[in-house]
């Protein structure tokens, strides 16, 4: 069985952090895919319901109470840790205070350090994208861009209705870009010091850019 790792994804909204997370999933029998919407959702305790409406406001759940979701869900995974291969971070961290108490939780369970991946694309094509974005109301999954010139109208996935988010406007990306700038890119720059950090570029297809996250992961010998 192939060495245990965990990889975080990191990128700006609509940079496609999950469709390359689900390609590099198919290289891995046994995995644990983590995103912080669906700890917050499946929540339950004093805040959840708090952060619940926080998260439909289209605002941030504060980074303690995400901490906090983190570290529950890595301690039921420890247990099974000798029969888990990989797990897979979707948008975490998302500041840097985030991505130190990570370094230090996932070492003192696994004995591994995070291998943090940026799939880089510019503010232009994140406007772009999400302006026409369409995600199922059903299962969540957003519709790859290269189809929706087929103006489809179901999910590939589930058959679930496709629909638009209600925060994939001009002045709610422009939000999120900032928050990107301020908050995330500090963590960036903590990994980039340790020389940890990769980065694929984003920009293309969804075939291209998981070719060159191959490609990058195979030249550090990671895969």
Same mark, same amino acid.
């Given at each position: ?17 999950? *469709? ?10 046994? !995995?644990?895919?983590? %995103? *912080? ?45 000798? *029969? ?10 998302? %500041? ?25 694309? *510019? ?33 590939? !996935? ?31 720059? !903590? !990994? ?32």
């Amino acid at each position: 069985m192939p060495a245990f790792k965990v990889f975080m994804f990191i990128g700006k909204s609509g940079s496609g952090k999950g *469709t390359q997370i689900e390609f590099l999933e198919s290289r891995f029998k046994n !995995y644990f895919h983590i %995103t *912080t919407s669906n700890l917050i959702a499946q929540s339950k305790g004093p805040f959840s319901d708090e952060a619940k409406k926080i998260v439909k406001n289209g605002e941030l759940v504060p980074s303690w109470f995400v901490i906090y979701l983190l570290i529950n869900q890595l301690l039921k995974l420890s247990k099974n840790k000798k *029969t888990i291969q990989a797990i897979f971070f979707e948008g975490s961290p998302r %500041t840097l205070i985030e991505a130190q108490l990570l370094d230090q939780i996932i070492w003192s369970l696994f004995k591994v350090k995070p291998i943090p991946i940026l799939i880089d694309v *510019t503010d232009e094509e994140v406007r772009n994208r999400l302006l026409i974005r369409l995600v199922c109301k059903k299962c969540g999954k957003p519709v790859p861009p290269e189809l929706l010139s087929a103006h489809p109208k179901k999910c590939s !996935y589930c058959e679930g209705p496709l629909v638009k988010r209600k925060d994939d406007n001009l002045a709610a990306i422009n939000n999120r870009l900032k928050f990107f700038k301020n908050e995330v890119v500090p963590a960036l720059v !903590y !990994y980039q010091m340790q020389k940890r950090l990769i980065v694929v570029n984003g920009q293309g297809s969804v075939k291209e850019v998981s070719q060159r996250l191959l490609k990058s992961l195979k030249s550090k010998k990671i895969l």
